[in-house]
């Protein structure tokens, strides 16, 4: 962030970073302001008091200075050496170096023929303060912040972080003429499509009921289809719920199976399983079942015609072919019983 963070100062000149979250200046710095110690935020100096800084005074080199005293006559004046490069100078002080310029600027050349060192390499060379005049030099002044140093000036308080909570929605009386009706309070759709796959089961995941995927091992995935009586092979979106199985199957304390339950509870009697029967006809399928076939109709009916004749029709066992599609009962004509008064 390159302004103050104080709300309503927005400067974006002499700025101090924030301490991360994890120092214990941070608790400091935030009883004060509004800041999280994320390390990209800063707080200008109007914020801080004169006793919270430390000035640091110190000569500055001018980029335009050139060696120009204490310099012997000799040729090759210069060498690269620890301390000062100028031979004869034995000045070893690191506080009163100043660095050899770079080869490509342009105060280079004008050092090099001064120094004589025009064809060697100057990277790393320095040279002392010693040889250069007093007006060479210009004088900076640093502030830092101490590490005590916490912010107190211009600071708009109270400072308070509010947390936004999601709105509630108003709770609507009920009126007097519902009160006898039993209706559901609670929201008890599914938070899934996922469906038990046993036959004649539609439940789904709710609050108490949970959905178990069928084994990957082939001999324990084999047990699983026999034991809810289903032919088809299970896919990836197959589940069996949790009432099929009982209490004893579930490890304590927890929803997860043991390795070795099958489900054995609430199980259909019969395999629900249809099979498809291919037939030289394409438009023509026979399906076979394996659920318990409808008992006969026995049954019988009376009917009477307008005036002093009647009719009395009666059908005694007489069985519905099941390959009949029409919905018309196959009757055999001799057993009808016809009587004229």
Same mark, same amino acid.
């Given at each position: 962030?390159?302004?103050?963070?104080?709300?309503?100062c927005?400067?974006?000149?002499?700025?101090?970073?924030?301490?991360?979250?994890?120092?214990?200046?941070?608790r400091?710095?935030?009883k004060?302001a509004?800041?999280?110690?994320?390390?990209?935020?800063?707080?200008?100096?109007?914020?801080?008091?004169?006793?919270?800084?430390?000035e640091?005074?110190?000569k500055?080199?001018?980029?335009?200075?050139?060696?120009?005293?204490?310099?012997?006559?000799e040729?090759?004046?210069?060498?690269?050496?620890?301390?000062?490069c /100028?031979l004869?100078? %034995?000045?070893k =002080?690191?506080?009163?170096?100043?660095?050899f310029?770079?080869?490509?600027?342009k105060a280079?050349?004008?050092?090099?023929?001064?120094?004589?060192?025009?064809?060697?390499?100057?990277?790393?060379?320095?040279?002392?303060?010693k040889?250069f005049?007093?007006?060479?030099?210009t004088?900076?002044?640093?502030?830092?912040?101490?590490?005590?140093a916490v912010?107190?000036?211009?600071?708009?308080?109270p400072?308070k972080?509010v947390e936004?909570?999601?709105?509630?929605i108003?709770?609507i009386?009920?009126?007097?003429?519902l009160?006898?009706?039993? &209706?559901?309070?609670?929201?008890? %759709?599914?938070?899934s499509?996922?469906?038990c796959s /046993? &036959?004649?089961?539609?439940t789904?995941?709710?609050?108490?009921?949970?959905?178990?995927?069928?084994?990957?091992?082939?001999?324990?995935?084999t047990?699983?289809?026999?034991?809810?009586?289903?032919?088809?092979?299970p896919t990836?979106?197959?589940?069996?719920?949790?009432?099929?199985?009982?209490d004893?199957?579930?490890n304590t304390g927890?929803?997860?199976?043991?390795?070795?339950?099958?489900?054995?509870?609430?199980?259909?009697?019969?395999?629900?399983?249809?099979?498809?029967?291919?037939? =030289? =006809?394409?438009?023509?399928?026979?399906?076979k079942?394996? %659920?318990?076939?409808?008992d006969?109709?026995?049954?019988?009916e009376?009917?009477?015609v307008?005036?002093?004749?009647?009719?009395?029709?009666?059908?005694?066992?007489?069985? /519905?072919?099941?390959? =009949?599609r029409?919905?018309?009962?196959? /009757?055999?004509?001799?057993q009808?019983?016809?009587t004229?008064?």
């Open positions: 962030m390159n302004c103050c963070v104080i709300p309503g927005g400067n974006k000149f002499q700025l101090y970073r924030v301490p991360n979250s994890g120092n214990n200046r941070f400091q710095w935030k004060v509004p800041v999280f110690g994320t390390g990209s935020e800063r707080i200008c100096s109007h914020h801080f008091i004169e006793t919270d800084f430390v640091n005074i110190r500055k080199l001018k980029s335009t200075a050139i060696p120009s005293i204490n310099l012997p006559a040729r090759l004046k210069a060498s690269n050496k620890i301390g000062c /100028v004869g100078c %034995r000045s =002080d690191i506080k009163n170096m100043e660095k310029p770079s080869m490509t600027s280079w050349l004008k050092w090099a023929n001064i120094l004589g060192c025009a064809e060697a390499n100057t990277a790393g060379w320095k040279i002392c303060q040889h005049k007093d007006d060479a030099f004088t900076v002044t640093s502030r830092y912040l101490k590490n005590s912010p107190t000036k211009k600071l708009k308080r400072v972080i936004i909570h999601r709105r509630q108003k709770q009386p009920t009126e007097q003429c009160l006898d009706h039993d &209706y559901v309070k609670e929201d008890v %759709r599914p938070k499509n996922r469906m /046993v &036959y004649g089961c539609t789904k995941t709710s609050k108490g009921v949970f959905l178990h995927k069928f084994p990957k091992e082939r001999i324990k995935m047990a699983w289809v026999h034991a809810i009586k289903s032919g088809k092979k990836k979106n197959s589940f069996v719920c949790s009432q099929h199985f009982h004893s199957d579930y927890s929803n997860i199976l043991r390795k070795s339950a099958v489900p054995s509870q609430n199980i259909p009697l019969t395999f629900s399983q249809e099979v498809q029967i291919r037939t =030289d =006809d394409p438009y023509k399928r026979i399906v079942s394996f %659920r318990k076939p409808k006969s109709l026995n049954s019988y009376t009917l009477e307008s005036g002093n004749s009647s009719l009395e029709i009666t059908m005694q066992s007489t069985e /519905v072919s099941q390959s =009949d029409s919905g018309f009962c196959a /009757v055999n004509a001799a009808w019983d016809k004229e008064n």
